[in-house]
């Protein structure tokens, strides 16, 4: 062979090589490319896998937290129904009372009024009258100071359901303000 022919097969042999090498190193950034896109995959796969995991948690909290407030809520309408009852129930015995004194003053007034129409003086006409109003006046100082009573009492019981809401509403959400 001539030299021209083995320079020509070294120089073929050297290009085989070369696109051996080449074909070699694509090959290998192939399936280097293609591992790093697998694991890219895997550690999205695990992303989403870890924030699907918390979101669903969060979900379950969120749950929890509106079924909590619902109840409370409800606790809330049930002890506004309990004061409004008794302080209804409250406001008619009051009442009561009130006509009660009303009509036993109407029927005082109408026996002194009676009483006065057989008197036989003037004087005892004045100590008639005189006595009446002490007494009316008595009766009246009484009756206020009863129904002032019966007033305060009401509100303790009428605000008692509200309060103890309040109570348990600083008790269970207190710590998370």
Known sequence: MTTKAKAADTAQ??????????????AAGFEKTLASMKEGMENAAKG????QAKMKEQ?????KTT??????????????????QIFASGMQGISKQIASTTQNSVEETVAMTKALAGVKSVKEAVDLQ??????????????????????????????APLTA???LAVEKFGAAL
């Open 13 to 26: 042999n050297t290009a085989e090589a070369a696109v051996e090498a080449t074909k070699a190193q694509v």
């Open 48 to 51: 989403f896998e870890t924030q």
């Open 59 to 63: 979900v379950v909290k969120a749950m």
């Open 67 to 84: 079924e909590e407030m619902m109840a409370f809520g409800q606790g809330n309408f049930e002890a506004l129904v309990k004061a409004s």
């Open 130 to 159: 005189t006595g009446f109003a002490r007494s009316l006046m008595e009766k009246a100082v009484a009756e206020t100071g009863r129904i002032t009573d019966a007033s305060l009492k009401l509100t303790e019981q009428t605000i």
């Open 165 to 167: 809401r309040v109570t």
